[in-house]
């Protein structure tokens, strides 16, 4: 069946620094979407990705849908203390089941 | 508007016991599906239903099963409770399979 993998699994960053998130499927995707889970929290949809190629901007956040539409990032700039949580990536199996990545988990040290 | 509800929030449940859970879709979301998310993974899926039906399921026993009510209500029953049954069991409700919105979720303990 479908696999998402995400890496890394835990992201220590400095607060003020950038970083970048990894996502990547065993299959093509016709989207892809990112959540954020705070801890103690539930994921929380950010955004959806559909066209191949595609670039799409929150604020610090950029993700951005691979060519091939089996793989996504999630780049964020001049990281804050408000971006700790985990970030899943996620993506449409046979069905419309969602499958989720394992996520990364962000601390950030200030 | 109300988002998605789950109830109860917490439960904490003994091994070879049985659980339902509760979510009231958001307003207007006539598809319900259903995650377990173990600490420290992703959600993963269980079963989704639509027009009180279950549409998809997930790679879980026959234990968890679950119903959908008319006003697109939805339970999640599990019977013979495990100790690897503990888990934060997410609800998320979606208008004809689109976009998911997630509800904060039961936390399940079994001891």
């Known amino acids: 069946g479908q696999q998402v993998m995400q890496i890394p699994q835990y992201q220590h960053v400095q607060e003020g620094e950038d970083f970048t998130t990894y996502c990547n499927s065993s299959?093509?995707?016709?989207?892809i979407q990112w959540y954020k889970q705070r801890p103690g929290g539930h994921p929380v949809f950010l955004i959806q990705?559909?066209?191949?190629?595609e670039v799409k901007k929150q604020k610090r956040l950029t993700f951005q849908f691979g060519e091939a539409k089996k793989n996504s990032s999630l780049h964020i700039t001049a990281t804050q203390t408000t971006d700790v949580g985990t970030y899943f990536c996620?993506?449409?199996?046979?069905?419309?089941?969602?499958?989720f990545g394992g996520g990364t988990r962000v601390l950030v040290k200030p | 508007d109300a988002g998605v509800t789950q109830s109860p929030t917490h439960l904490i449940k003994t091994r070879g016991q049985q659980v339902t859970l509760r979510c009231s879709p958001k307003?207007?979301?006539?598809?319900v599906s259903w995650y377990q998310q173990a600490l420290g993974q992703g959600p993963q899926f269980i079963f989704q239903?639509?027009?009180?039906?279950?549409?998809q399921r997930g790679n879980f026993p026959d234990r968890f099963s679950g119903h959908q009510f008319p006003n697109y209500s939805s339970e999640l029953n599990v019977n013979a409770l495990w100790l690897g049954d503990s888990a934060l069991y997410l609800c998320?409700?979606?208008?004809?399979?689109?976009?998911?919105?997630f509800g904060s979720g039961t936390r399940l303990t079994v001891v």
């Open positions: 998320a409700s979606s208008l004809a399979g689109g976009l998911r919105y």
């Open positions: 299959t093509t995707l016709s989207n």
């Open positions: 990705l559909v066209k191949s190629g």
């Open positions: 996620a993506g449409p199996a046979a069905g419309n089941k969602l499958t």
């Open positions: 307003s207007g979301h006539d598809t």
């Open positions: 239903y639509y027009e009180e039906e279950e549409r």
